[in-house]
C-alpha cells in the first residue's frame, strides 16, 4: 500500500513539472499573476481613500501584454473595490498604461532610475489636483501628500523587485501586498491580509513580519495592534528546540494572548493568522540574509569603491570642454604670408582689409579670386594662402573632432566599468545561488567561403544567471584581413559576456574599439542573448543583414540595413528586437552573403528539420552569386528533460 502511494505521488509530481515545463501554461499563469496584481492592489486603501498602487507596478512593468492584463485587472477592481470612488484609480491606470506603453522595455531602470517613479508621483499630483479643481472632492492635504509619495515608492520598489534581489525592497512589497490583501475577505472569518501576514509572520525575516503586522495596522481591520502580534510570534520561533508545529501556530496563539490585553474580544482573525501559519509549510524555505562580513564584505567594498573612482573620473572628463578655434587669427596669419612676398606690399591700402576678412571664408569653398571679399592687387598670391588657411582650419578641426571621439570613448568605458563593477557587488552575497534552466539550446551553423580564410566568425556559449550566447560577426571583405577583424570582434565580445557585462555594454565596448583603430565598418554584429529560465530572447544588431523567424504562421523578418560600429561612438547605436523562443520558435542569423529572401520562399521545405540540416538548406537556397562569404546559423529551443 505505502510503495503504491509513493509511486502515485512521483507519478503526480512527473506529470507537474511537466505541465510546468509547457510555454503556453507558463505564460497563462503569468498572465494571470498579473491581472490578479492589478485587482488586489486597487483595494489597497488608507482613511477609506483609494491608493495609487497599481501605478507603481505599471510604471516598473516589463510592457507589452502583461501590462495590459494588470492595467485590466485594476480598472476592475477599482471598480469593484470603490465604485463611484474609484474614478481616480481609473485615470492613474490609464496615465500608468500610457506611460509603460511609451517607456517601457528600455532599460530606464538603470540608465534613468528615477524617470518613471517621478512620472507616476507627478500623475497622482496632477489628478488630485485636477479632481480638486474640477469636482471640489479629493482627500486631505496630509493623504494627497501620502498618495504622491506611495506612487513614486511603489514604482520604485516594484522596479527594483522586478528587475534584480534587494532584500529591504522584498519586506516593503510584502507590506505592500498585505496592505491590499487587507481589504479582501471572502468569507468574514478568513481575511486574505491576516492570511498573507501569518504566512510572513512564520517563514520571513523579522522585518518582513514587523512590516506586515505595520500594515495590518494601516488598514484599520482590527484595534488589537497587529505589529505587536507578529513581533512576538516572530520571536517564539527563536525559542531553543521548539517544535515546528508550535512555530507554525505562533501568530495566532500570539493573537489569542494580545487581544484580550487590549479589550478585543473579536477572535475570528486568529483563524486567518493560524490558517496562514500553517500554509507557510508550502512556501520555499528562507534564504539567509546576506550580511557585508569577512572576504565577502572587503571584497564588496573594494568594488564599490573602485567603481565610486571610474564614476568620477567620468565626470571628470564629462566636463572637459574643448578650446574654440581661433578663426580670426587664422584669416590673419593667411593674409600676413601673402603680403610679407607680395611686390606691392610697400604702400598698399589693401593690407589691413585682407586682415579683417570675415572668418566665414573659412567655412566655403573659395573658386576664384571674384569669391574673395576684399579687393587686392595680387589676388592669385591672396586666394592661395587663404585656401592654406582653410586646410589648416578643417585639420584642427578634424583633430578636435578625433580628440572628442576618444574622450567619448574613454567616457563609456569608465562608465561600463563602474555599472559592471557595482553589480558584481551586489552580486556577490548570491553567488551560490541557482537558477533554474527550462530550456536547452541548440546551436548548427554552416559557412561557405570561396577562399581558405572566411570572414564569418560564428560562436555560441553560455553567460552569468543562465543567459545563452549566440554571435555572428562578418569581417568586411574576402580573405585573411576579414577573417581577423571577425575573429577579434567574437573574441573580445566572447569574454566580456562570459564575463557578465550586459549585452549592450558589451557591443558599445567593440564599437568604441573599431573607431579607435580606425577601423569603422570593418564588421558586423548579430548577438543573441537567451534567457534559459523563461526563453525570451534579445536579439541585437549593429549593421549585420537580417534574420528571420520561423513560426508556425510562417518567416517573420526581423531587422534591417544599418551603419556597422566603429563609425562613430556617440553618433550610432545597436538595435534590438525582443521576442520569444519558447514556443518552438527558430531564429536563423544570415551574414550579408546569403539572399534571405530566396531561402524564406522555400521556408515550407525548413520545418521540422534538424538545426544542422536547416542550415545547410538556407545557405543552399540562399547562396548569391557574389564573392562574399555566407553563413547561416540556426538557433532553436527545447523544453528541459525532467
Same mark, same amino acid.
Not at 95 to 106: D, F
Not at 613 to 619: I, N
Given at each position: 500500500?505505502?510503495?503504491?502511494?509513493?509511486?502515485?505521488?512521483?507519478?503526480?509530481?512527473?506529470?507537474?513539472?511537466?505541465?510546468?515545463?509547457?510555454?503556453?501554461?507558463?505564460?497563462?499563469?503569468?498572465?494571470?499573476?498579473?491581472?490578479?496584481?492589478?485587482?488586489?492592489?486597487?483595494?489597497?486603501?488608507?482613511?477609506?481613500?483609494?491608493?495609487?498602487?497599481?501605478?507603481?507596478?505599471?510604471?516598473?512593468?516589463?510592457?507589452?501584454?502583461?501590462?495590459?492584463?494588470?492595467?485590466?485587472?485594476?480598472?476592475?477592481?477599482?471598480?469593484?473595490?470603490?465604485?463611484?470612488?474609484?474614478?481616480?484609480?481609473?485615470?492613474w491606470?490609464?496615465?500608468?498604461?500610457?506611460?509603460?506603453?511609451?517607456?517601457?522595455?528600455?532599460?530606464?531602470?538603470?540608465?534613468?532610475?528615477?524617470?518613471?517613479?517621478?512620472?507616476?508621483?507627478?500623475?497622482?499630483?496632477?489628478?488630485?489636483?485636477?479632481?480638486?479643481?474640477?469636482?471640489?472632492?479629493?482627500?486631505?492635504?496630509?493623504?494627497?501628500?501620502?498618495?504622491?509619495?506611495?506612487?513614486?515608492?511603489?514604482?520604485?520598489?516594484?522596479?527594483?523587485?522586478?528587475?534584480?534581489?534587494?532584500?529591504?525592497?522584498?519586506?516593503? +512589497?510584502?507590506? /505592500? #501586498? @498585505?496592505? !491590499?490583501?487587507?481589504?479582501? $475577505?471572502?468569507?468574514?472569518? *478568513?481575511? %486574505?491580509?491576516?492570511?498573507? +501576514?501569518?504566512? /510572513? #509572520? @512564520?517563514? !520571513?525575516?523579522?522585518?518582513? $513580519?514587523?512590516?506586515?503586522? *505595520?500594515? %495590518?495596522?494601516l488598514?484599520?481591520?482590527?484595534?488589537?495592534?497587529?505589529? !505587536?502580534?507578529?513581533?512576538l510570534?516572530?520571536?517564539?520561533? *527563536?525559542?531553543?528546540?521548539?517544535?515546528?508545529?508550535?512555530?507554525?501556530?505562533?501568530? !495566532?496563539a500570539?493573537?489569542?494572548?494580545?487581544?484580550?490585553?487590549?479589550?478585543?474580544?473579536?477572535?475570528?482573525?486568529?483563524?486567518?493568522?493560524?490558517?496562514?501559519?500553517?500554509?507557510?509549510?508550502?512556501?520555499?524555505?528562507?534564504?539567509?540574509?546576506?550580511?557585508?562580513?569577512?572576504?565577502?564584505?572587503?571584497?564588496?567594498?573594494?568594488?564599490?569603491?573602485?567603481?565610486?573612482?571610474?564614476?568620477?573620473?567620468?565626470?571628470?572628463?564629462?566636463?572637459?570642454?574643448?578650446?574654440?578655434?581661433?578663426?580670426?587669427?587664422?584669416?590673419?596669419k593667411?593674409?600676413?604670408?601673402?603680403?610679407?612676398?607680395?611686390?606691392?606690399?610697400?604702400?598698399?591700402?589693401?593690407?589691413?582689409?585682407?586682415?579683417?576678412?570675415?572668418?566665414?571664408?573659412?567655412?566655403?569653398?573659395?573658386?576664384?579670386?571674384?569669391?574673395?571679399?576684399?579687393?587686392?592687387?595680387?589676388?592669385?598670391?591672396?586666394?592661395?594662402?587663404?585656401?592654406?588657411?582653410?586646410?589648416?582650419?578643417?585639420?584642427?578641426?578634424?583633430?578636435?573632432?578625433?580628440?572628442r571621439?576618444?574622450?567619448?570613448?574613454?567616457?563609456?568605458?569608465?562608465r561600463?566599468?563602474?555599472?559592471y563593477?557595482?553589480?558584481?557587488?551586489?552580486?556577490?552575497?548570491?553567488?551560490?545561488e541557482?537558477?533554474?534552466?527550462?530550456?536547452?539550446?541548440?546551436?548548427?551553423?554552416?559557412?561557405?567561403?570561396?577562399?581558405?580564410r572566411?570572414?564569418?566568425?560564428?560562436?555560441?556559449?553560455?553567460?552569468?544567471?543562465?543567459?545563452?550566447?549566440v554571435?555572428?560577426c562578418?569581417?568586411?571583405?574576402?580573405?585573411e584581413?576579414?577573417?581577423?577583424?571577425?575573429?577579434?570582434?567574437?573574441?573580445?565580445?566572447?569574454?566580456?559576456?562570459?564575463?557578465?557585462?550586459?549585452?549592450?555594454?558589451?557591443?558599445?565596448?567593440?564599437?568604441?574599439?573599431?573607431?579607435?583603430?580606425?577601423?569603422?565598418g570593418?564588421?558586423?554584429?548579430?548577438?543573441?542573448?537567451?534567457?534559459?529560465?523563461?526563453?525570451?530572447?534579445?536579439?541585437?544588431?549593429?549593421?549585420?543583414?537580417?534574420?528571420?523567424?520561423?513560426?508556425?504562421?510562417?518567416?517573420?523578418?526581423?531587422?534591417?540595413?544599418?551603419?556597422?560600429?566603429?563609425?562613430?561612438?556617440?553618433?550610432?547605436?545597436?538595435?534590438?528586437?525582443?521576442?520569444?523562443?519558447?514556443?518552438?520558435?527558430?531564429?536563423?542569423?544570415?551574414?550579408?552573403?546569403v539572399?534571405?529572401e530566396?531561402?524564406?520562399?522555400?521556408?515550407?521545405?525548413?520545418?521540422?528539420?534538424?538545426?544542422?540540416?536547416?542550415?545547410s538548406?538556407v545557405?543552399?537556397?540562399?547562396?548569391?552569386?557574389?564573392p562574399?562569404?555566407?553563413?547561416?546559423?540556426?538557433?532553436?529551443?527545447?523544453?528541459?528533460?525532467?
Amino acid at each position: 500500500m505505502m510503495m503504491w502511494i509513493g509511486s502515485s505521488v512521483r507519478r503526480t509530481g512527473r506529470l507537474l513539472r511537466r505541465w510546468w515545463s509547457a510555454p503556453q501554461l507558463r505564460a497563462a499563469l503569468e498572465g494571470s499573476g498579473y491581472f490578479l496584481g492589478g485587482l488586489i492592489l486597487s483595494a489597497a486603501s488608507l482613511a477609506h481613500t483609494p491608493l495609487p498602487l497599481p501605478l507603481g507596478l505599471l510604471c516598473a512593468g516589463p510592457g507589452g501584454w502583461p501590462s495590459l492584463l494588470l492595467s485590466l485587472g485594476s480598472v476592475l477592481g477599482y471598480r469593484l473595490f470603490w465604485g463611484a470612488a474609484g474614478l481616480q484609480g481609473l485615470v492613474w491606470t490609464g496615465a500608468g498604461l500610457a506611460v509603460c506603453l511609451a517607456l517601457g522595455g528600455r532599460h530606464l531602470e538603470r540608465t534613468r532610475p528615477l524617470l518613471l517613479p517621478s512620472l507616476a508621483a507627478l500623475t497622482v499630483a496632477v489628478t488630485g489636483l485636477t479632481f480638486q479643481l474640477l469636482h471640489h472632492t479629493g482627500p486631505a492635504p496630509w493623504l494627497y501628500l501620502l498618495q504622491t509619495g506611495l506612487a513614486f515608492g511603489s514604482a520604485k520598489i516594484a522596479a527594483v523587485v522586478l528587475h534584480r534581489r534587494d532584500p529591504v525592497m522584498d519586506w516593503l +512589497a510584502c507590506a /505592500l #501586498a @498585505v496592505l !491590499a490583501l487587507a481589504q479582501i $475577505a471572502p468569507i468574514p472569518q *478568513l481575511d %486574505l491580509g491576516m492570511l498573507a +501576514a501569518g504566512m /510572513l #509572520a @512564520v517563514a !520571513a525575516p523579522f522585518p518582513a $513580519a514587523a512590516l506586515a503586522g *505595520l500594515a %495590518l495596522d494601516l488598514a484599520q481591520i482590527t484595534v488589537t495592534p497587529m505589529t !505587536a502580534v507578529l513581533s512576538l510570534s516572530f520571536l517564539v520561533r *527563536l525559542i531553543p528546540r521548539l517544535p515546528k508545529w508550535m512555530s507554525h501556530l505562533a501568530p !495566532a496563539a500570539m493573537y489569542l494572548v494580545v487581544a484580550p490585553l487590549c479589550g478585543v474580544l473579536d477572535l475570528t482573525p486568529a483563524i486567518a493568522l493560524g490558517a496562514g501559519g500553517i500554509l507557510s509549510g508550502l512556501l520555499p524555505p528562507q534564504t539567509p540574509i546576506s550580511h557585508r562580513r569577512g572576504e565577502t564584505g572587503l571584497a564588496q567594498v573594494r568594488l564599490e569603491l573602485t567603481a565610486e573612482v571610474l564614476s568620477e573620473a567620468e565626470q571628470l572628463l564629462l566636463e572637459v570642454q574643448d578650446y574654440p578655434i581661433d578663426e580670426a587669427a587664422l584669416i590673419i596669419k593667411g593674409a600676413a604670408r601673402a603680403c610679407s612676398s607680395c611686390p606691392c606690399r610697400k604702400g598698399c591700402k589693401d593690407t589691413a582689409a585682407a586682415q579683417t576678412m570675415p572668418v566665414s571664408v573659412l567655412h566655403r569653398p573659395l573658386i576664384g579670386t571674384e569669391d574673395l571679399p576684399v579687393h587686392c592687387r595680387k589676388p592669385g598670391r591672396l586666394l592661395l594662402e587663404i585656401r592654406r588657411s582653410q586646410d589648416q582650419f578643417r585639420s584642427i578641426r578634424a583633430d578636435r573632432d578625433r580628440q572628442r571621439e576618444y574622450r567619448n570613448a574613454m567616457i563609456q568605458q569608465y562608465r561600463f566599468l563602474s555599472e559592471y563593477l557595482q553589480d558584481l557587488s551586489d552580486s556577490l552575497p548570491r553567488r551560490g545561488e541557482t537558477l533554474l534552466q527550462r530550456f536547452d539550446v541548440q546551436v548548427a551553423a554552416r559557412s561557405n567561403s570561396q577562399e581558405d580564410r572566411n570572414g564569418d566568425k560564428c560562436a555560441w556559449f553560455a553567460g552569468t544567471l543562465c543567459r545563452y550566447y549566440v554571435v555572428l560577426c562578418d569581417g568586411m571583405g574576402t580573405g585573411e584581413a576579414a577573417a581577423q577583424e571577425g575573429r577579434t570582434a567574437v573574441t573580445m565580445l566572447r569574454r566580456l559576456l562570459t564575463a557578465g557585462w550586459p549585452a549592450e555594454h558589451a557591443l558599445r565596448g567593440l564599437n568604441s574599439l573599431c573607431a579607435l583603430r580606425s577601423r569603422g565598418g570593418a564588421v558586423t554584429v548579430d548577438l543573441t542573448e537567451i534567457d534559459l529560465q523563461n526563453g525570451k530572447t534579445s536579439l541585437y544588431k549593429w549593421g549585420a543583414a537580417p534574420s528571420y523567424l520561423l513560426t508556425r504562421t510562417g518567416p517573420e523578418k526581423i531587422g534591417t540595413a544599418a551603419p556597422p560600429p566603429g563609425l562613430s561612438v556617440t553618433g550610432i547605436r545597436e538595435t534590438v528586437d525582443k521576442l520569444s523562443l519558447r514556443r518552438g520558435e527558430t531564429l536563423i542569423l544570415l551574414s550579408d552573403g546569403v539572399d534571405g529572401e530566396a531561402a524564406m520562399r522555400r521556408a515550407g521545405e525548413l520545418t521540422c528539420q534538424e538545426p544542422g540540416e536547416m542550415a545547410s538548406k538556407v545557405l543552399r537556397y540562399g547562396r548569391g552569386m557574389g564573392p562574399d562569404d555566407a553563413t547561416a546559423a540556426v538557433i532553436r529551443l527545447t523544453p528541459v528533460t525532467l
